[in-house]
């Protein structure tokens, strides 16, 4: 059995430079990765493809055929011809339509796991070409490290070596759909948004120098995803209320949010003190890197 993380992914800033003629968002997002993720197991068998799902969060997981780890696994079997198969075993832990890349990640953790079992490298363009069909969030979750991420997802820039960086993740227990906020921007094919964008950010930032290109960041889908899910705001001035709290902001299309802390005693004691007020929220402290 080979056994991987599929960690969550942190859009650190998220911003929406237009929408391209194929009818996808042109975006610039620094990318980080969290220690709290889903847990996934391999075992070949060269007779079956299945996927059994257990934990928390399973039941909105969905273990049929649409599920992404099936869906990256048949694409690869597509890709290469002889490709051994088996069963996956997820764990599913992190919350499901949260911004958070749950889902694309699990496929970049099954991605991983076939590309060992077969031998393959872990660059291999093969792997690299059914990540982008699986999923745009895909092809950075192949290689969970803080980076740069640019146009519909496929474009990755170097891994950045970020400082150390205390975390609260929460999301409140709403689920929302990625396609209704991208839709709130209004935005045809070929229309460019206004906003500046995005700074460049060093391949080892100081603490810092990354908070203050955090602070002239933004993710502009915060405000189409509070229309959707009005509990964000909550979520947020939570977040932002937390002593010691030096940055709060949403994560992809929501509703998971984040606050960054300069130390990992201020994130767990603000994790306790929303937790005891909010116990049915989904609430982690985590190190982004």
């Given at each position: 059995?080979?056994?991987?993380r599929?960690?969550a992914?942190?859009n650190?800033?998220?911003?929406v430079?237009?929408?391209r ?9 620094l990318?980080?990765?969290?220690g ?12 079956a ?5 257990s934990?928390?969060t399973?039941?909105?997981a ?12 048949r694409?690869l079997a597509e890709?290469?011809?002889?490709l051994?198969?088996?069963?996956f ?17 699990d496929?970049a953790a ?5 590309a060992?079992?077969n031998?393959?490298?872990?660059d291999?363009?093969?792997?690299i070409?059914?990540a982008?069909?699986?999923g745009?969030d895909?092809?950075?979750?192949l ?21 150390l ?6 999301n ?12 709130a921007?209004?935005l ?5 948004r206004?906003g500046?964008?995005h ?9 810092d ?8 960041g ?10 959707q899910?009005?509990?964000?705001v ?7 209320g ?8 949403m ?10 802390f300069?130390?990992q005693?201020?994130?767990v004691r603000a994790?306790?003190v929303?937790r ?6 989904w ?7």
């Amino acid at each position: 059995m080979l056994t991987t993380r599929a960690p969550a992914k942190i859009n650190l800033t998220l911003h929406v430079l237009g929408r391209r003629e194929d009818g996808y968002h042109a975006l610039e997002s620094l990318v980080a990765f969290s220690g709290a993720g889903d847990t996934l197991s391999f075992t070949p068998d060269d007779d079956a493809l299945s996927l059994d799902i257990s934990g928390p969060t399973s039941s909105a997981a969905g273990a049929g055929a649409d599920n992404l780890v099936l869906r990256a696994a048949r694409r690869l079997a597509e890709e290469i011809k002889g490709l051994r198969l088996g069963r996956f075993r997820l764990d599913k832990r992190l919350p499901v339509a949260a911004g958070i890349g749950g889902g694309s990640s699990d496929a970049a953790a099954a991605l991983r796991l076939l590309a060992k079992a077969n031998h393959l490298a872990p660059d291999d363009p093969r792997l690299i070409e059914v990540a982008r069909a699986v999923g745009s969030d895909v092809p950075v979750c192949l290689d969970p490290r803080a980076r740069m991420m640019r146009g519909a997802g496929e474009t990755l820039g170097e891994p950045i070596r970020l400082p150390l960086l205390p975390a609260v993740l929460l999301n409140p227990g709403a689920p929302v759909a990625t396609g209704p906020v991208f839709a709130a921007l209004g935005l045809q094919p070929g229309a460019l948004r206004d906003g500046a964008a995005h700074g460049d950010i060093a391949a080892r930032p100081g603490a810092d120098e990354l908070l203050a290109a955090l602070a002239r960041g933004r993710n502009d889908l915060e405000d189409a995803a509070c229309l959707q899910a009005p509990v964000i705001v909550d979520a947020l001035a939570m977040l932002r209320g937390a002593r010691g709290c030096r940055l709060a902001r949403m994560s992809g299309s929501g509703a998971t949010c984040f606050a960054l802390f300069s130390t990992q005693r201020e994130a767990v004691r603000a994790a306790s003190v929303i937790r005891a007020q909010h116990p049915g929220w989904w609430v982690k402290t985590a190190v982004l890197r």
